[in-house]
T-cell receptor
Framework: GQQLNQSPQSMFIQEGEDVSMNCTSS?????WLWYKQDPGEGPVLLIA?????ELTSNGRLTAQFGITRKDSFLNISASIPSDVGIYFC?????????????FGKGTKLSVKP | NAGVTQTPKFRVLKTGQSMTLLCAQD?????MYWYRQDPGMGLRLIHY???????AKGEVPDGYNVSRLKKQNFLLGLESAAPSQTSVYFC???????????FGSGTRLTVV
């Protein structure tokens, strides 16, 4: 089946640093989403991207829909301790039904105060 | 506004036992989903429903059954639990055409 390759798997950073993570696929996607999961909770939607080349911000978070439609990037600026969690990318390919949202395996972020 | 509520939050089963996980949403969403989350595997779709009375298989449906008798509820059943079904189960819902799913807080299931 289709897979999303998310990297890095984990990151340990100092508070105040910027963070970058990405998601790639061998297939074209027409929708990219980024979720965050806090410990013991379900994922929460951060940003949704619907057009190739689209750049969208949500506070300190910025995500981009890659121009090739095969990748997406999430950046977090000036990290704070509450940014700790697992970040998931998710994608929907052309022709996919609503049930075919595919998730990456996640990037676990740890922030040292 | 409760969003998506999952019960129970934790459960321990013996191999071969059966159980039902309940998911309820109060947002009048048409679509509902069941995922399982395992370490290093991300979220994998078990079954989903695009409306009351309809269900469809996801990526890992074997060993599970589902029912959507009412729009607001989506039940996940394990007929004969196996240790491989030890996982955290998440329910989610969404409006038709909206890929920003709302997730519940999960059910941690251990099968011994």
């Amino acid at each position: 089946g289709q897979q999303l390759n998310q990297s890095p798997q984990s990151m340990f950073i100092q508070e105040g640093e910027d963070v970058s993570m990405n998601c790639t696929s061998s297939s074209i996607f027409n929708t990219w989403l980024w979720y965050k999961q806090d410990p013991g909770e379900g994922p929460v939607l951060l940003i949704a991207l619907y057009k190739a080349g689209e750049l969208t911000s949500n506070g300190r978070l910025t995500a981009q829909f890659g121009i090739t439609r095969k990748d997406s990037f999430l950046n977090i600026s000036a990290s704070i301790p509450s940014d700790v969690g697992i970040y998931f990318c998710a994608g929907l390919n052309y022709g996919g039904s609503q049930g075919n949202l595919i998730f990456g395996k996640g990037t676990k972020l740890s922030v040292k105060p | 506004n409760a969003g998506v509520t999952q019960t129970p939050k934790f459960r321990v089963l013996k191999t071969g036992q059966s159980m039902t996980l309940l998911c309820a949403q109060d947002m009048n969403h048409e679509y509902m989903y069941w995922y399982r989350q395992d370490p290093g595997m991300g979220l994998r779709l078990i079954h989903y429903s695009v409306g009351e009375g309809t269900t469809a298989k996801g990526e890992v449906p074997d060993g599970y059954n589902v029912s959507r008798l009412k729009k607001q509820n989506f039940l996940l059943g394990l007929e004969s639990a196996a240790p491989s079904q030890t996982s955290v189960y998440f329910c989610a819902s969404s409006r038709r055409g909206d890929y920003g799913y709302t997730f519940g807080s999960g059910t941690r299931l251990t099968v011994v």
